[in-house]
Every structure is written in structure tokens, then in C-alpha cells.
């Protein structure tokens, strides 16, 4: 007999045995009963046994040991799995019972609730894997049920349906409700507000929808409202402002509307408010300003306008505001800075001009200021650091002038520095170049002058740097004082000398940019010793010299600008074998020789190399002249050969040309369709349907609408999309053939291509119900947002194994459709790799890894590579890093994302770590997709992960 079966029949039997046997023995028998219906890996119910009294087993407290009854049962964090014991809940004198942080599963028994012990006062089911709806007693709808339960705390879990109206005739007593982090839909119902002792409300990360109701205004107990991460709409009700014991009042990510009601002023005990991310409109509420206990007010991320009061002042408590990305104008308040509390201000993404108040800093203890990206004029105030703890200074895109002032720039807390896109001027004070934990350093685009030698840098944490675009001038140092410099901007100044050799002891660095500066020379030897450098622009200088021939080595190297200079001599013919390179210009310099007839040349624009009088070369693209005279010296003999190998691939490729017909026929339909002034087409179809389909018809139809066309009724649900022969120049029939006969459960594959001599149009499948990423995303969970991120992981470890990669970038617009079961798939669209499988340096590979990160982003964030706020932190992959190293969760995860986020926070931001490593700006850094893969399925194995939720989804 299974444990929970002798549990049920038991269960039965309980009415029964109470009347036979004493109390005691009853509940002896009944913790015994719950021994045996769960699973206990951990023994933790060792000590229940029918050998000692119960009041001393583990996790039991009785009343008293005279008379020995069970009052508390206290197992919380022991691995506990199965069913709920609803017998525990019947106990004739239990006051406590606290099953939180376990595993155990299904619905919460009916007979738990309708039977619950009316001497139970504290019930925690939190965090365990509960579903299905609360099964409250309906038993008429107004009779109170005498429970004396005060908390409930039922949070964590995935309960379902709405939250029923009899809550508060079944618990009219409660004090604590917490419901949050399930899944629970429908409205908040008003009867809620006949919890009249009620001081603790969370509905926070539920799918509730409609308006907060105004009873709730009713409940005067309350102290703690959270029900952020929700749907909820409409206003926020007035009568909220009637609860006047309210503490913390938490609304935040939403889609409220209106104004800020004014009656949330009479909240005078309020210490947090908590409207983040809603669409509430109109100015801050006057009243506002009497909540004098509060100490951390967060209204950013709405469409709030007018100004920000003097009065801010009397918020002597307040330590933190936030009021970024919304629509403020006028001056920042002058009394801010007089704020005793304050540590944290963040008004970036706003309208405001005017000074940034001049004491700020001077009688408070700042540690975040973050003004950027708003119209502020004058200078950076002296004392921003008086405290000594200022860690983040984020002051960019504003029109700030003057100097660097001296307390700032002996501010030693700092760490991360954004001054760029102002109007500073003056000297880098020295100081300012001796800061200790400043890994981030960006004064882009000012104006300072002066030299930035003949001084000590002392940054040993380093990491970024950009002086570009200012007025320095002189020689560049040796050494910023930093091992873990991976990206160094010096471009756009007066920088005279030579590039310094030390920057080969750069071993982290990535991206060097010492473009448009006077620097002359050759470029060092050395800096072929920094193995991670991806870009490397030297242009518009007067550099002089050979190319380096280690420059060749550079595994990871992807741009190389050397344009605008005076190199000479012959390219290195290996410089073309760098696989990684993809982009080249060699433009404006004095290069002879012949052009490498290798890898990124072959395809070289004519832009990139023009200029070079002395070079020439093959490829009919390069624009140069051809090299007769290098032709002419080859000795005759080798013809002979030549003409031999010629003969054997002739042999060769008659056979495989056999092989390939007589396969050919088994699967593959060859046929000639005449388009109507739109020439003659070949026409290959890897799937029987598709020949019906592919007609002279359907064809002009996709022709004529250029992207992808799902012609009604004929296509039979098949897409069409055409490229240009010239997008996907290495597609002959051989490769489409095997993208053709590739399938796999998440790859919507060819059924069919036709070639003109300018055109493919590839048929795909018909996927029913398909719709693309981009247009299902904001319906989407977490959980379905995961099963997507596997999916295409899938898909493409799987092309990857098959020596395929993709075709261009992978974006939600066009290569993800979800069918309509939902699964994610990717419209294959792909050329041969030229990578046997297991080989690790494929560096063409990382390009889908990156693509998959961004997509991975966008999974997360919402935000794609066309997005404005991204693009101000220099495109959706910089974004997203500064996010995960930089702010909390609640400012980068989709504001649109359905369902619960607060309990999947960690595999959130597990998952933003994976898309930070798949786009490292340095491929090696990229793990493969079959490390993709793996990382997403070992987590599987986790009970309550996020991808245990994908792998039910999915049934696996
Ligand atoms: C305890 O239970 C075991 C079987 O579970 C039984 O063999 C033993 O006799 C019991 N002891 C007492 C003291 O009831
Ligand atoms: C409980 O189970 C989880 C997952 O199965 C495991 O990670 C954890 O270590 C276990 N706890 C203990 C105390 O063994
Ligand atoms: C329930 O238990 C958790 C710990 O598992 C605790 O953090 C929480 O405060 C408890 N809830 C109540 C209402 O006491
Ligand atoms: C509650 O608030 C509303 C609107 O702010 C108000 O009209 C009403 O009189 C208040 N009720 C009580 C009992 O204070």
C-alpha cells in the first residue's frame, strides 16, 4: 500500500478513532499516520516513533507536558516532500503549523480547510509547490465560520484561480495574508475589506487584473500593502488614504493610471511608497510632502510631469528617491541637499535644467547620485563626496561646465564614474587618475585639455576608460596603473608621440581606440601580446611602419582600422587567414604588393583598401589592379598538375553529381516554373505537400511582396520569404539540398526553394497558429519566455553538431515562431560552418551564441536592438551588462512580462548572467551552444527551477 493510500483510508477512520481512543492517543496515531504518507530524504522525522512521547519529537511542542497535546508543529526547510498531512490541520489543539520551504505538492485538500482546527492560529505553507485553487468553504457566502486562524501565509507556491470572495467569512480573524508569488488571476474582491483586523496584505506577483478596490480603504489596520507585479488598472482609489496605521504601501509594476490621489498625504506613518513602473500621470501631489516618516519614495517609471517642490524638505527621514524616467521639469529643489538622510537620488531620464543644487552632498550621505540625461547647466558641485561614500557619480548627457572639482576628485569610495556628453573643461586633476575602486571611468566628450603623462595613474581596478573626444594633448602614458583594462578609448584628441609599448602588458584588453589623434610611429610589437583584443582602430593618425606580423596571431581580432596613415609595405598574406576578422580597412596608406587572396579580403570592399597606390590584387570586388606580373613568374611545370587535379575533380564531381540524382530521386522533386515575366525558376521541394503548393502563382505573389507572404489558402499555412542571391552569396543547391532535408521538433524547416538568377524564395512548413516572437512576447511568462530561450538553444546546438550556422542575426521579428501549442521554433535560414563538430575554435559559431544572447536579453528585458534607452548606453548588450552589474532586477526585467517574477528572481538573473557570457565582447569568452544547452538542462534536474517548469511544460 502506497504511504498516502493508509494516510487517506486513515483519514477516514479519524472520526471513528477519536471516539474510541483518547485525544492523546489520537494524536499519537495521526503523527504517526504523517510519518508514513511523506517522503523525508533527510530523516528528519527520525525521533517519530512510537517509543518516546511525541511532545519531544522533533519539531512538536505541546501545550504542556502534563497533559501533553500537539500546539506547535514547526518543519520548516526539511525537504519534505508529497502530499499535504491534512490531518495536521485537524489537531484538536494546534496552535502553529508551519510546513514552509518544502517540496510538497498538488492541491491543498479540501478536507484541510473545512475541517481545520478551530484552536489553529498560525498556518505557513509558504514556499513549497503547491497548485490548484484555495478550497475555502462556500457554505453560505455571509455565515462566519469560527476560525480563529490570524496567519495565512500561502505565498510562493502556484496556486491557481481567483481569489475567493468567502476568504473572509472562513477567516474573519486574520491579521497576516499573504498570497503572493502564485498565480492566481480574476480580481481582488471587495469583501476582502471584511478582514477588519487585517494588518498584513500581499497579492504581489499574481496575474490580478482590474481596479485596486476602494473597500480596501475600509481595512484601518493595515499596515503593509503589496500587491505590485500584477495587472491591475484604473486609478489609484482615494480611500486608500483612510488607512492611516499604513507603513509601506507597495503598487509597483502595474498599469495604473491618473494621478497620484492626494489623500495618500494623510498617510503619515508611511515609510515606503512604491509606485515604480505604472503609467500614472500628472505632478506630485503637494500632500505628499507631509509624509514625514517616509524614508524611501519611489515614483520613477511613470508619465509624471510639473515640478519637484521646495518642500521636499520636509522629508527629514527620507534616504532614498527615485523618481528617473518620467517627465519632471524645473530646477532640482535647493533644499534636497539639506535632506539629513539622504544616500540615494536618482533623477535621470527627465526634463529638469538648472543647477544641480551647489551644497548637495555637503549634509548628507550620499551614495548613488545619478542625475544623467536631463538639461542641467552649470557646475559639478564641490561636495558631492563630503561623506566619503559616493560610490556611483553618474552625471552624462546634461551641459554641465567648468572644472572637476577638487573634493570629487579626491573622492576615493567612487567606483563607477559617468561625466561623458557635457562641457567640463580643465585638467584631469591629479588626483582624479589615483582613485583606487574606479573600474569605471567614461569623460567622453568634454572639453579637458592639458597632458596625461608626467603623472601617476594609480586605477588598479580599471576596467573601461574613454578620454575620447576632448582637447588632451601629449604623449600617452605607459601605464594607467591597471592589470584589467578591457577597453581603452582615447580617440578624437591631440595625442602626439608613439603608441607606448607598455599597452602589451594589457593582457584583458579588448577594444583599443586611439583613432584621430597626431600619434606617429610604428605600432609596437608588443600590443600583438594582448591575445583578447577584438578591435583595434589606430585611424586618422600619422603612424608609420609594416603591418606587425603577430597582428596575424590574434585569435579573437574582429575590426582592424589602420585607414589615414603612412603604414607601408607588403599586408601579411596571413593576416587574411585570421578567421575571426570581419572587418578591415586599410584605406589612405602607403601598402604595395599584392592583396591576400584569403578569408576577410576575399570580400574586401573597394572603400577599405583604396589609396594604396602600389597594391594589387585578384578579386574582382578589391577594385585594384590585377598582379600580372606576380602570374607570369609561376614555372610552367605546375600546370601540368594542375591540369591533372582539374581532371580528378572533374571525375569526382561527376560521381558525386550520380550519387546526388539517384538521392535526388528517392526524395527530391526537380521541376522548371515559368513566372510570368518574371523569368524562368528552378524549383526543388524537400517535402511532397510543397509540390502542390509551389506554383507559377504563389511564387509571383512572394516576389511581389519582397519579405514573407502567407498567401491564403494556397500556401496551406506555408511561409514564403525571399532573399536576394546576393544575401546569401555561399547557398548553392548542395547546401539548400541539406537545409532542406534537416529536421528538428524546434526548427521550422524547408519544404521547398525555387532560384531565379537573382532570387531565392524559400518555403518553410506550415506552422498552424504561427506567430512571431516579437508579436507573442508581451503575452508571455517567465516560465514560457524559458521554454522559448530552450527551444532555440536546441535548435541550434543541433544545426552547430550538423557543421550549419545561421545566416545573419537572430531576431524575434523573423527567425522565432511560436506554433500555436506554443513551442518556440526557429525558420532555419543557414550556410555550411566549415567546422567539423567538437572543434572549440569556431569562432563563426559565437556569432549565433551572441545573436542567442541577444535574443535571451529580449527574453528577459523586453528590449531589442533597436531601443532607444539601450542605445544610450551604447546598444542592448552594453545595456544589459551595466544592468547586471548595476541595478536591481526591477529596472531591466520586461515591465510586460505576465505572471509571477518575484519567485523566479535568482533564475532570472541566472539567465541574464548566461546572456552576459554569450555576448562577451571576446568570442573565446562565449560558451558553445552545447554548453548553452547543457547549463539550461542540468538545471532541469533542480526540482522548482525554472527549467524543471519548461521541462513539465514541455513533457519531457
Ligand atoms: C512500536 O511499534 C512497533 C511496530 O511499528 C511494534 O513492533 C512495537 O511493539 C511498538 N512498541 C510499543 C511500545 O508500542
Ligand atoms: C534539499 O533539497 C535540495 C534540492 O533537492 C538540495 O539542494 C538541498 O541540499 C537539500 N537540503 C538539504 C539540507 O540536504
Ligand atoms: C513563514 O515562514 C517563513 C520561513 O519559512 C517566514 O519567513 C515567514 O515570515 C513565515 N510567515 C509568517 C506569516 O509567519
Ligand atoms: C475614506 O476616504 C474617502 C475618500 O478619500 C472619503 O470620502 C471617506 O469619507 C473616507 N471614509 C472614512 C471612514 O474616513
New binding site residues.
Partial sequence: MRPGASFTLLFHLLPFLSTCFSSEEYEFRALLSVRSSIND??DALSSWSNSTSFCNWHGITCVDHSTSHVSIVRLS???LTGSLPSVLFTLPFIHTLDLSSN?FSGGIPPEAFSNLSSSLRHLNLTNNHLSGPLPLRSDGRDKIINSSLEFLDLSNNYLTGEIPDEISNNFPHLKVLDLGGNSLRGRIPSSISKLRTLEFLTLASNELVGRIPPELGEITTLQFIYVGYNNLSGEIPPEIGNLTALNHLDLVYNDLTGAIPGSVGNLRKLRYLFLYQNSLSGPIPPSIYNLTALISLDLSQNDLTGEISEEVIQLENLAILQLFSNRFEGTIPWSIAALPRLQVLQLWSNRLSGEIPADLGSQNNLTVLDLSSNNLTGGVPEHLCYSRRLVKLILFSNFLEGKIPGGLSRCRSLERVRIENNRLSGELPLEFTKLPLVYYLDVSGNGFSGRIDGRSWEMPALQMLSLARNDLAGPLPDSFGSENIKNLDLSENQFSGGIPAGLGRFSELARLKLSKNQLSGPIPEPITECKKLVSLDVSKNHLSGEIPAGLSDLPVLTELDLSENRFSGEIPQDLGKTGSLVFVNLSHNHFHGSLPATGVFLSVNASSIVGNPGLCGETARSGLPPCTAAVEKKPRRFSVTVLMVGLLILLLSVLLFLLIRRRGREHIYLKKVEVNGNGVWEVRVFDEKASKVITADTLLTSIKEGTVAVPDGAGDGMLFAVRNTTDIPRIGWAEMTDMGRFRHRNVVGLAGACRSETRWVLIYEPVDGGRSLSVALGELSWEKRCRVAVSIARALHCLHRRGMLLHGNLTADNNVVLDGDGVARLLINVFPSGCEEGKRECTEEGKDVYSFGVLLVLLLTGRCHVDAEADKHGGVVEWARYCYSECHLDTWIDPVMRGPIAEYQDEMIRAMELAVRCTSVDPTQRPCMKEVVKVLEKSVE???SWVSNIKRALAI
Avoid: E, V
Fill in positions: 530524504p533527510l526547510g526539511k525537504n517540496g533542480k526540482p522548482g
